[in-house]
């Protein structure tokens, strides 16, 4: 069940490394170093809590708010280590499966990947898992930018020939919508909870209670508004701690390419689709979700 992907020529040359493996769409190191493999035999712990997504949905966000739950407000700890190594990265070669898997207690991590690829008890052991999903026209945009950030990544398309290529489930991590409702079909089961990033920005106090319940934390409406504020886009933006600016020493990005803290907003595919794309765009959109009850929200 695994099939490279055609070269695409507006990738950089190592990123076009794809495969489609059990229907969705992996990078070639991930399979060829057997992570993906070791991925679906790792063992979680019922006191883990694991922060799920489609990249570019707000991930890092929901991170920093997790973090400051499970820590009751560790704000010291919080500055002074940075998120990737707070909350790593499950199927990322640095730290590693085996590195994580040496931490002791309770972990909190982040995977992108969709459920059928990760335990199959996953959300039979107690662990808690916490899916972000943003709208798709948004999610698109912020992947576009990231993936001309990135300098191992270096695409050079223009945003028309991402889309398409979305939209074809060619892109790392597609198919956006079986990724999106593995999540939303199991939204009953009481260790997954599932948030939008279109309700964080319109309430955040909610949803950060919301966590906190889930979590089975008791929080203060102080401390929820302690929360609510460090993690605010402009806040977390010039926070070095998650802002991944770190990675302008590692020679990850491109510079003249912007930054990870980009716009932050609902709604600025408007300045990205034009009308024939968007159309397009929504018929796929139809089509994908027709007898399903998951709707997005495009607009604040
Ligand atoms: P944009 O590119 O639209 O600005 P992820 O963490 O999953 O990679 O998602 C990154 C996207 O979330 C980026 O979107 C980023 O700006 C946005 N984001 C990160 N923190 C945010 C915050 N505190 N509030 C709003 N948006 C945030």
């Not at 199927?91 to 590195?99: A, T």
């Not at 898992?129 to 001309?148: G, L, Q």
């Not at 991402?162 to 790392?172: I, R």
């Not at 024939?276 to 009850?293: A, C, G, P, V, Y």
Request: aromatic share 14%; proline share 5%; glycine share 6%.
């Amino acid at each position: 069940n695994c099939k490279r992907l055609p070269d695409d020529p507006n990738y950089g040359d190592k990123a076009g490394d794809r495969f489609l493996y059990n229907g969705y769409v992996l990078h070639g190191e991930m399979i060829k170093n057997g992570t993906i493999r070791d991925v679906k035999n790792f063992e979680f712990r019922p006191q883990d809590v694991v922060v799920a997504s489609f990249p570019k949905s707000g991930t890092t966000w929901l991170e920093e708010i997790v973090f400051l739950i499970q820590t009751h407000l560790d704000f010291k700890l919080a500055a002074s280590t940075i998120l990737e190594s707070r909350f790593p990265y499950l199927e990322y070669p640095y730290p590693g499966l085996k590195s994580i898997a040496k931490q002791q207690g309770g972990r909190m991590i982040k995977t992108h990947l969709p459920l059928s690829l990760l335990p199959d008890d996953l959300l039979q052991k107690g662990t808690k898992v916490i899916y972000i999903m943003r709208n798709p026209k948004d999610v698109a945009v912020s992947y576009y930018h990231f993936f001309r950030l990135l300098s191992f990544v270096n695409y050079k398309g223009e945003f028309r020939d991402f889309l398409k290529s979305f939209m074809k489930n060619e892109v790392v991590y597609t198919p956006y919508f079986p990724h999106v409702l593995e999540y939303w079909n199991n939204r009953d089961n009481p260790n997954l909870l599932v948030v939008h990033f279109e309700e964080m920005k319109k309430d955040p106090e909610t949803v950060v209670q919301k966590i906190s319940n889930f979590l089975g934390k008791d929080l203060t409406y102080d401390e929820v508004r302690m929360i609510v504020e460090h993690t605010r886009f402009e806040n977390m933006a010039i926070n070095p701690s998650v802002n991944y600016s770190h990675w302008e020493d590692l020679g990850l990005v491109n510079k003249n390419e912007g930054k990870f803290f980009r716009k932050g907003a609902v709604g600025d595919w408007q300045n990205y689709f034009s009308e024939d794309l968007n159309r397009d765009f929504d018929s796929w959109i139809s089509q994908n979700l027709e007898n399903t009850k998951l709707a997005f929200i495009f607009a604040d």
